[in-house]
Each structure stands twice: as C-alpha cells, then as structure tokens.
C-alpha cells in the first residue's frame, strides 16, 4: 500500500516563481492536512481539509492557498514564492475521529532563493 | 492560542531509560499524540492518550495528566535505533493537531 504520496521530492524555486506541490493518499481518509517543517519550530498547519469540497486555513496559511477537488489529492500552490517559504513540507492524511491518527507523506524539501 | 513545551535535546546511553517531558496548554483537549521522526524522514505515530494514565507498548510507554496538562514518553531498553525527535502534539476541539518542537535524543553507544 502505497499510503501517501508527495511530490516532487525536492525543489529549488527562484523568488517569484509559483509552484504546486502535489499530495496523493490512497486511505479514502477524509481530513487531509498540510504542515511545512522548520527548524526550532516545529510541524505548523498550513491548510486542511476535512472532506472534499472544504477547506480551512491553519496557522500560517499567507502565500499558500489549496483545493481538494476529490477524496484522494490535496495539491498545495505556492503562488508568488518568497525565500522565508524555504521549508521541508509534509502532506498528512486521517480519518476525522478524534482519536484519528495523522499519517505523514514523506515530505518535500523545497528552496527558494 | 496552543502552547505545548518539551525539551530540545536528550542523551543517553544505550539500553538506558530516557523520559520526555511535554507540558501543554491548549484551548480544548481530544488527546495527546506521540510521534518519532528520523532524521530526513516523515513522523511516524507513537502512541495516543485521552484518559489519565500509562499506556504501554514494548519499549515505549507514554504518561497523561490531564488536570496537570503534562504528558511524558518513556523509551526503555534504547537502540542506537531510538535516536531520532520525537514529537508531543496536542488534538484540541476541532480535532486539529497542535505540535511541539520535537525532542531530539541522541543514545551513545
């Protein structure tokens, strides 16, 4: 089972360029989430998704936006990079029970200079 | 707003006992989750905890106070294996994760 998918695995992005990062799961899990990774702080909820069709924004959502247009894929865009966006990113899948264990793609290195 | 603490760093030598510490306080509580990522690699689930107490399991066992708003994650037996961060996250009422900085243990041979 493949589980969750990310890609591409690493990028290296000019400032001002836009970029999709692609998240695919194969669970039939509802919630779908993005975090990006930096050192010190911690994984921080960019966008989630409950169900398709919804979204929400997290933590620090500025710079990003998403769309779940089926069960299976939560693409993440980028549309104007700036390099604070420099950051290891991690799709993350669950069911929407509140013991649901989060399950973490393998990430994505992305830098933007 | 979410506020969950744990330490930066932790040796120990192997087949030694490490615990890790993770005091939070967060607007709502569905449970604490336990995570450990290898270096370059995506977190993996630990354990879970709701209720009060010690859940078990193998080498690692993880602690809940909820009145305390203190958890701990004790790794028994280390491996060389073990060394890795490992993550406290907090699910609070909607059921979103709330994570710490991570522990980064380093066990010595």
């Known amino acids: 089972t493949a589980g969750i998918t990310q890609a591409p695995t690493s990028q290296i992005l000019a400032a001002g360029r836009s970029m999709t990062l692609r998240c695919t799961q194969d669970?039939?899990?509802?919630?779908m989430y993005w975090y990006r990774q930096d050192l010190g702080l911690g994984l921080r909820l960019i966008h989630y998704s409950n169900t398709a069709g919804t979204t929400g924004k997290g933590e620090v959502p500025d710079g990003y936006s998403v769309s779940r247009a089926n069960t299976d894929d939560f693409p993440l865009t980028l549309a104007s990079a700036v390099p604070s966006q420099t950051s290891v990113y991690f799709c993350?899948?669950?069911?929407?029970?509140?013991?649901?264990?989060?399950?973490f793609g393998p990430g994505t290195r992305l830098t933007v200079l | 707003g979410q506020n969950i603490d744990q330490p930066t760093e932790m040796t120990a030598t192997e087949g030694a006992i490490v615990q890790i510490n993770c005091t939070y306080q967060t607007s709502g509580f569905n449970g604490l989750f336990w995570y450990q990522q290898h270096a370059g690699e995506a977190p993996t689930f630990l354990s879970y905890n709701v209720l009060d107490g010690l859940e078990e399991k193998g080498r690692f066992s993880s602690f809940l106070s909820r009145s305390k708003g203190y958890s701990y994650l004790l790794l028994k037996e280390l491996q060389m294996k073990d060394s890795a961060s490992y993550l406290c996250a907090v699910s609070s009422n909607d059921y979103k994760l709330s994570f710490g900085a991570g522990t980064t243990v380093t066990v010595r041979a």
């Open positions: 993350a899948s669950s069911g929407t029970g509140e013991a649901d264990t989060q399950y």
């Open positions: 669970m039939r899990h509802n919630a």
